[in-house]
Nanobody, 127 residues
Framework: QVQLVESGGGSVQAGGSLRLSCVTS??????????MGWFRQAPGKEREGVAS???????IYADSVKGRFAISQDNAKNTVYLQMNSLKPEDTATYYC???????????????????WGQGTQVTVAS
């Protein structure tokens, strides 16, 4: 069984930085990852895509984080990262790592496309 475990959340002042990590554990033969992604959900709001990376290397960012966040992966460590810079109070949310075994993930961050989720890590940005 494949599991995703996030870490790196915390509290920062506006303008600060955080790096989230997501480690994939378990047998990869039981789940054929095509994309890895980061999502977030603020209280009272729907879960939204933040950034995703396709096995072929293409990357998608939400407009709200372009130029501030960067997604990357280290396949040797089975880890995907989200570097978050110039954080704003509106970035406050629970951040989730996700994986998809559907080819449509290469072109969309629609939540329904993503089939494996981590437990989430809280990010709080103070003004």
């Amino acid at each position: 069984q494949v599991q995703l475990v996030e870490s790196g959340g915390g509290s920062v002042q506006a303008g600060g930085s955080l790096r989230l990590s997501c480690v994939t554990s378990g047998s990869e033969y039981s789940y054929s990852r095509i994309c890895m992604g980061w999502f977030r959900q603020a209280p009272g709001k729907e879960r939204e895509g933040v950034a995703s990376i396709y096995i072929g290397g293409s990357i998608i960012y939400a407009d709200s984080v372009k130029g501030r966040f960067a997604i990357s992966q280290d396949n040797a460590k089975n880890t995907v990262y989200l570097q978050m810079n110039s954080l704003k109070p509106e970035d406050t949310a629970t951040y989730y790592c996700a994986a998809s075994n559907l080819w449509s993930c290469a072109s969309t961050m629609a939540v329904a496309t993503w089939t494996l989720w981590g437990q989430g890590t809280q990010v709080t940005v103070a003004s």
